[in-house]
């Protein structure tokens, strides 16, 4: 069975430029979370989506916004890129979405680079 | 927003040494996992504890949750090269679809 995929694999942008990353989860999870990994740091949660709703959400500013459709595949979104945006963006999926005890599996991430 | 905490940030070791790397936190997690990661890569779910005072092992690696499930140890018996990686342990924060990662231990084993 597939993993988690994602795409694009790298891309580069320029500062105030938009970016959107996509995210195909493990058949069969209905869950998507996404993190945002600064070089040399452990990753940091962004969204969880269940069933297409907004779950949770970590410390991010409203440039941020995901959404998740009916395959349960997943878009992040980031608007106004600034340079500190800059990070590889990893995907996880799960197969519930409770906020106790449930496994995440990650996909490869997608590295953005804002110059 | 609960915190984990990992120490040794840093650890360079060589092949056949032993190792413990710790995960702290003031408060408790239902479940905490361990993931390790590699350079460009994402994270790859290695366990799961969820009783306190759990033990698991996987080959050379045995994971401990502490009683107060506050607390978490990864040792790794005989180390390899092929063990290099970034460790992280990582649970749901407490009441909300949080999820937290600790800091990190980069791991590098050498031949």
């Known amino acids: 069975d597939a993993g988690v995929t994602q795409s694009p694999t790298h891309l580069i942008k320029t500062r105030g430029q938009q970016v959107t990353l996509r995210c195909s989860p493990i058949?069969?999870?209905?869950?998507v979370s996404w993190y945002q990994q600064v070089l040399g740091q452990g990753p940091q949660f962004i969204f969880q989506y269940y069933e297409k709703e907004e779950r949770g959400r970590g410390n991010f500013p409203d440039r941020f916004s995901a959404r998740q459709f009916p395959n349960y595949s997943s878009e992040l979104n980031v608007n106004a890129l600034l340079l500190g945006d800059s990070a590889l963006y990893l995907c996880?999926?799960?197969?519930?979405?409770?906020?106790?005890?449930?496994?995440?599996?990650f996909g490869p991430g997608t590295r953005l680079t804002v110059t | 927003t609960q915190l984990l905490e990992q120490s040794p940030q840093f650890l360079s070791i060589q092949e056949g040494e032993n190792l413990t790397v710790y995960c702290n936190s003031s408060?408790?997690?239902?479940?905490l996992q361990w993931y390790r990661q590699e350079p460009g890569e994402g994270p790859v779910l290695l366990v799961t504890v969820v009783t306190g005072g759990e033990v698991k092992k996987l080959k050379r690696l045995t994971f401990q949750f502490g009683d107060a499930r506050k607390d978490s140890s990864l040792h790794i018996t005989a180390a390899q090269p092929g063990d290099t990686g970034l460790y992280l342990c990582?649970?749901?924060?407490?009441?909300?679809?949080?999820?937290?990662f600790g800091t990190g231990t980069r791991l590098k084993v050498l031949a």
């Open positions: 996880a999926s799960s197969s519930t979405g409770t906020g106790g005890m449930y496994e995440q599996y």
């Open positions: 408060s408790v997690f239902s479940s």
């Open positions: 058949s069969g999870h209905k869950s």
């Open positions: 990582a649970g749901p924060n407490s009441g909300t679809y949080k999820y937290i």
